[in-house]
DNA sequence: AGCACGCCGACT
DNA sequence: GTCGGCGTGCTC
């Protein structure tokens, strides 16, 4: 029977919007398979590891296919229903299989060539023939057998060094080579073993004569191996490394090794290795947690997504572990997602003591070889009870499972879920849900303030609800207290930055001995210095923003781009050398109030003093331990953080947050401030807020004093639906980006207009966002509202239909579109 | 994303 | 005159 060739539809690791297909040689055709890697040629040299999407036997018609060059994989490392999840992520957030491919692998599994040059084994190098360039690289590959392209760059210190490698080419001094090497690498431990032979009693007594009297050391050597073996019996082998620092030496092991006493062996170790011990404490459920979890118990029998909307501090946790025990058991896998890994320690701390080795972690701050393994772990977990329960931040959706039961989404209404540079542009939350919905799994999201769109679909019985409403252990809310920032300006009873009021509670909270935490959710010392003469503000070269000073660097700072520089003594524009600063961010807080409180330790937590690995984890333990007494931070404090002095928190500058422009403004000023609110008071005593404000009569503040969120869903919802934004409104942001401010806005108004043809005044721009300029490009933003009776799905590919068309114009091709689905 | 081809300015 | 800069188009 005449064998039929096999064709593969491959995704590579390239923002390429379509598969390219490659034949199958017939010596490879037992070996393919969907969700395998392999290895193929694109374009002119480069040798990429792409992932078999579809097998077919369509040769394709128009061009020659190449050859797949190898298999990599003896499984599939992608499931099927994983490569389902790409092509929906793909397709909802309008981004190419290969950009979410590149977000899901970890990247050790992404392989890529790299050029290397040779020196040609036939080469005969005439020096006279060479130019000073040829001749230095040639120079150079006598004493390094290979050079990468970029090494090369760098020995002749240019940038376009292929004239120079063509000619060598064509001489024939030098030939090509594309060098691909597999980034997995298992860890490897040596074990030492006894010889079959020196098993034998008669012969190692012999053994022990003969060392006792010429090889102490060995002796040694051999005696702590037999110490631990005597001790426990089933031990056959030792690592050679535990073994070798108890005192014995290298040089002594290889002996006993060629006197065959010791055999060597080489074994593959876990690193991600998970210890089994968990402390079985048993888990008590207060009456209101119990109700809640039957609450989410009942509507998961009629719904897909429960929203558990609890109180700060009410003990979402405990409920979720009950119902992560209930899926383990019933053998199915738990996805548990945190907005940020990093600041989760303590929900990690928990999961661990109760279910042991079978929680995986998984996040971004693992290394490489880390992920391989978990993902591998994760592959087989069908099987064996091995990472059972993934807990990671939300590139952890992206893992193989086979058998998902529950994913859980706590906070749910944390912007950190939605990744915003690079594509994928995805809301884990969201994309969490059509993963479980995808596999028969449900899907809980968790919050003490539930985000808008969220709230609205339980209400709108698309989700099931439960409701927590008791703190846990029957602690009251915490009390709050405005403290008018205007008046007490007016009065002069204003220390700096701080209230008399806030002062105050301060100084008698740890006059009690009780610990402090303040809220400002600016970094930096004064996000603005100005001239106070003439007005002048430092900008940004690169963005149009004005620097933020820091003063620990003493260095004016853009955010954006992290441009710096010295701050100047004068004003650049009219040489006057009164300069202000207006503002304030943690870092000046953490300064004034050392001056206040001269005796009190106080610790900063901004994403500038979290830079370091274990900063952050450094921190909250020294705050947990009472090292410091107040902390001091930004929005970062008020993530899944339980401490259990903390009597009082202090808000520093509400109306920063109210006064941002931007629709959902009020949602996340009420959102940070009852979460940071919900940091204080703890074990039956009440706790105290204070928020200091120019404006106490706003309704959001009226809303976080009656801890009302039902209050603010109701207001936030009727403006939502008046001025058409979401829940009511799906919107699409796309941005143009150039570094031509000219080219850029007549790019932008062609594009408009193009899309104001079709969806007329649902289009909304094009306008400059609020940072016109970032890193030297030019931005102009539109942004298209698609109500909930029209199609989405029509709208996208309108959307994407016009962008190809506008990327296909000669002169707006160089005009970068990045396109947005549910933008935050 | 790379990487080659092709077209214009500052230098041997 | 060419070398080397970057804009444009293609990759199965």
């Not at 240019?158 to 120079?164: G, L």
């Not at 928990?350 to 772990?377: A, T």
């Not at 529950?406 to 209404?413: G, R, T």
Request: charged letters at 25%; hydrophobic letters at 40%; aromatic letters at 8%.
């Amino acid at each position: 029977m005449e064998p039929v060739t096999l064709f593969a539809d491959v995704i590579l690791p390239l923002p390429l919007p379509r598969l390219y297909t490659y034949r199958v040689p017939q010596a490879l055709s037992g070996e393919v398979a969907t969700g395998k890697r392999v290895i193929v040629q694109f374009g002119r040299q480069k040798i990429y590891s792409a992932l078999i999407s579809t097998l077919h036997t369509q040769a394709p018609a128009g061009y020659e296919a190449k050859y797949l060059l190898s298999v990599l994989d003896e499984q599939p490392v992608v499931t099927e229903s994983q490569l389902e999840f790409w092509k929906w992520i793909s397709s909802y957030y309008m981004c190419t299989l290969g950009e979410v491919m590149t977000a899901a692998l970890p990247s050790a599994l992404k392989l890529q060539s790299e050029t290397r040059v040779l020196l040609s084994p036939e080469a005969e190098v005439r020096h006279e023939e060479l130019s000073d360039k040829e001749f230095l690289i040639i120079e150079a590959l006598d004493v390094q057998s290979a050079l990468t392209l970029s090494e090369i760059s760098k020995i002749l210190d240019q940038k376009t060094i292929f004239p120079v490698v063509k000619s060598l080419l064509e001489k024939k001094l030098v030939m090509l080579e594309e060098e691909i090497e597999e980034k997995y690498r298992p860890r490897k431990v040596d074990y030492v073993s006894l010889t079959p032979r020196a098993a034998g009693e008669d012969w190692m007594r012999e053994m022990f004569g003969q060392l006792e009297k010429s090889a102490p050391r060995q002796l040694d050597l051999l005696m702590a191996f037999y110490k631990h073996t005597m001790q426990d019996r089933s031990l056959k082998k030792l690592r050679k490394d535990l073994l070798l620092k108890e005192g014995g030496s290298a040089a002594a092991l290889n002996a006993l090794v060629k006197k065959e006493v010791f055999l060597i062996t080489t074994e593959a170790e876990d690193r991600v290795a998970v210890s089994g011990d968990k402390e079985d404490r048993e888990l008590r459920l207060s009456e209101a947690q119990e109700q809640a979890l039957e609450a989410i118990r009942s509507e998961f029998k009629v719904k897909d997504v429960v929203l558990l909307h609890g109180v700060t501090s009410s003990g979402k946790t405990e409920v979720y572990i009950r119902l992560i025990e209930e899926t383990v058991k019933a053998g199915r896998q738990v996805l548990y997602l945190l907005p940020e890994i990093a600041l989760a320690t303590q929900i990690i701390r928990r999961l661990k003591s109760h279910f042991g080795g079978i929680v995986g972690i998984y996040h971004s701050r693992f290394n490489e070889q880390e992920r391989v393994e978990i993902w591998n772990k994760a592959l087989s977990a069908g099987s064996r009870s091995d990472m059972q329960i993934i807990v990671g931040a939300r590139s952890s959706m992206f893992l193989p499972f086979s058998n998902l039961g529950l994913v859980i989404v706590d906070e749910e209404h944390e912007t950190s879920y939605k990744q915003f540079d690079p594509a994928p542009r995805y809301n884990a939350r969201d994309a969490a849900i059509y993963l479980a919905r995808s596999g028969g799994a449900k899907a809980l999201l968790g919050s003490a303030t539930p985000s808008i769109e969220s709230y609205y679909n339980a209400e709108h019985r698309k989700y099931g609800l439960a409701e927590l409403s008791e703190r846990y252990g029957n602690t009251e809310l915490p009390e709050i207290i405005l403290a008018d920032t205007a008046e007490e300006k007016r009065k002069k009873t204003m220390k700096s930055h701080f209230t008399s009021v806030l002062l105050a509670s301060i100084g008698e909270a740890l006059a009690k001995g009780e610990q402090v935490i303040l809220f400002q959710n600016r970094r930096g010392y004064a996000p603005l210095i100005q001239c106070g003469t003439c007005a002048w503000v430092p900008q940004c070269l690169h963005c149009d923003v004005s620097l933020t000073y820091h003063k620990h660097h003493d260095l004016l700072r853009c955010h954006y781009c992290g441009y710096h520089e010295k701050p100047p003594s004068r004003c650049v524009a009219c040489g006057d050398s009164h300069i202000q600063m207006l503002g304030f961010g943690t870092e000046k807080i953490e300064d004034e109030l050392a001056l206040f409180f001269p005796e009190v330790r106080i610790a900063r937590m901004d994403a500038d003093s979290t830079r370091s690995k274990n900063a952050y984890q450094r921190i909250i333990t020294d705050f947990e331990n009472k090292e410091t007494n107040v902390l001091v931070g930004t929005q970062m404090i008020t993530k899944g953080l339980d401490f259990s002095n903390v009597s009082t928190v202090g808000i520093l500058n509400a109306d920063s947050m109210l006064s941002f422009p931007d629709f959902r403004a009020f949602e996340r000023s009420f959102q940070l401030m009852i979460q940071v609110s919900g940091r204080s008071g703890r074990r039956g005593k009440r706790g105290k807020v204070i928020i200091q404000t120019a404006r106490p009569d706003h309704p959001v503040i009226a809303h976080i004093l009656a801890h009302d969120y039902k209050a603010l869903f109701r207001k936030e919802l009727m403006e939502r639906n008046q001025f058409g934004f979401p829940p009511f409104f799906r919107l699409i942001e796309i941005t143009l980006r150039h570094r031509d401010f000219n080219v850029l806005n007549h790019a932008a108004d062609v594009f408009a207009a193009h899309l104001k043809e079709v969806f007329g005044d649902r289009l909304l721009g094009p306008e400059y966002p609020l940072i016109p300029r970032v890193k030297n490009y030019y931005l102009k933003r539109v942004l298209l509202k698609i109500g909930r009776d029209s199609s989405v799905v029509q709208a996208k590919s309108i959307v994407s239909g016009l962008v190809l068309d506008f990327k296909g114009r000669k002169e707006f091709s160089s005009v970068f579109v990045q396109v947005d689905v549910d933008p935050l």
